[in-house]
Structures are given as structure tokens and as C-alpha cells.
């Protein structure tokens, strides 16, 4: 199956998963969207009132400054893909629950898999804990770590930026720093694709090495 087909596999099943509690109270669950070969993709938190009534995500008011934000780093929301770490809405907004987490994680998991993203902009502390559990988002907002061959960037939640002005302000200059970040990353993989073509052609055990990326190496 080519990415596409996956990506919509996965839609459809998301669309009729009763895996966990948040289904009960969903109208429309949020599988998340976007080109299947992008190289930037966004992890948000959860559907919120808006995104539960027409399935799709960021549409409400944070969904209008993440365009902002995305317009600020050069992008069209078009070329990016967008997803949440939960796909059905926690009801109120309330924070997605650890089992409702882990339900729903090998939905995402498969998204990125088949996206390949070199680049993954975690909105908000919930995304950020799928890869660096112990970083406070104060500390690393705007950073980058290499994990599993991916560049993360952990970001301040648009909601939670639009409501505080100072936030606004440092979440606008991160974002500005996101093309620069791309290309590092692009660059790098397309590195350690060619060094590992190499070694596996000249010997088999070399591999082993260039397969180990480097772990959270912050870049900046
Ligand atoms: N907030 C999120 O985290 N995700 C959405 O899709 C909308 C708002
Ligand atoms: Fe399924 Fe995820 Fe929705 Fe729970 S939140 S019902 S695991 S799609």
C-alpha cells in the first residue's frame, strides 16, 4: 500500500474505533490530516468543541493562530500534516487520560510511520511526553532533539499562547526558527541514508552503527 492509502486506512478505522471511554461522547472523531509525504508534521493534544463537530483538526480558535503561526514559518496549512495524540474529544476539553492515551497511540504511531516526517512540532505537554517525558516545555520550547531519526520540536500549545501574551511572543519566535530546523534535519537524514547504503554495501556489521541516531541532541 503507498502512504496515501495507509493514511486513509488509518483515517477509517479511527473514524469507527471504539478502543476507548472517548468514543461514548464523541460526534467526530479527529484522525488528523494533511499530504502523506510531509516533511513537517504537528502533534496537538486533542479535538476540541469545533474539531468534534466537523472532524478535522485545529479548526477553532487555536487552529486560526496555528495558521498564523505556520504563515510565520513560511508554510501553508495545505503542506503540512496535522494530528492529535488522541483522536476523539475528551469531553469539556478535559486532559486525555493515560489509558485513553495509550489506547490511542498506535493510531499515531502508524501515521508517522507512514508520513516519515523529518520533523515533528509537538503542541503542548501531552505530545511533548511521547518523546521526551521528563523536559519541561519552559525549558525546551523551540529546541531540537533528535529522537528515532526525527528532529522534535517541542512548541507552547497555540491555545494556550494565545491567551498569554508573553508566550505569544516567544511561540512566534520559535516558529520563526522552524525553516532553519527543517533543512538541518533534512540534511542529516539524507546523510545517514547514504553512510548506511555505503556500509551495508561494504559491510554488513557497520550498519549497526549508523542505525543507532544520535538520542535527544539538542542542535541549538
Ligand atoms: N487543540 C488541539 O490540541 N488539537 C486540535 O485539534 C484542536 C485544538
Ligand atoms: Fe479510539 Fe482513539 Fe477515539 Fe479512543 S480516542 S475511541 S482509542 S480513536
Request: hydrophobic share 40%.
Amino acid at each position: 500500500m503507498n502512504p496515501t492509502d495507509v493514511l486513509n486506512e488509518i483515517a477509517a478505522q479511527v473514524r469507527r474505533c471504539e478502543d476507548c471511554q472517548l468514543h461514548f461522547s464523541r460526534k467526530l472523531a479527529v484522525p488528523g490530516e494533511g499530504p502523506s509525504n510531509s516533511e513537517l508534521m504537528f502533534i496537538g493534544e486533542g479535538p476540541g468543541f469545533h474539531e468534534n463537530e466537523q472532524g478535522r483538526p485545529f479548526v477553532g480558535q487555536a487552529g486560526k493562530f496555528l495558521d498564523e503561526l505556520l504563515e510565520v514559518a513560511g508554510f501553508q496549512r495545505q503542506q503540512v500534516f496535522i494530528a492529535n495524540v488522541v483522536k476523539c474529544r475528551p469531553p469539556g476539553n478535559r486532559d486525555p487520560l493515560p489509558e485513553e492515551l495509550a489506547a490511542c497511540s498506535s493510531y499515531l504511531d502508524r501515521q508517522i510511520e507512514a508520513i516519515n516526517p523529518s520533523v515533528i512540532v509537538t503542541l503542548g505537554r501531552f505530545s511533548m511526553a511521547k518523546y521526551l517525558p521528563s523536559a519541561r516545555i519552559s525549558d525546551v520550547h523551540g529546541k531540537t532533539f533528535w529522537v528515532h531519526e526525527r528532529l522534535i520540536v517541542p512548541m507552547f500549545h497555540p491555545a494556550a499562547a494565545l491567551h498569554q501574551p508573553s508566550l505569544k511572543n516567544l511561540v512566534i519566535q520559535d516558529f520563526r526558527k522552524l525553516p532553519e530546523a527543517i533543512q538541518t534535519a533534512k540534511t542529516a537524514r539524507a546523510k545517514m541514508i547514504t553512510s548506511m547504503k555505503r556500509t551495508s554495501s561494504e559491510d554488513p556489521k557497520a550498519e549497526e552503527k549508523t542505525e543507532d541516531a544520535p538520542e535527544q541532541l539538542s542542535l541549538f
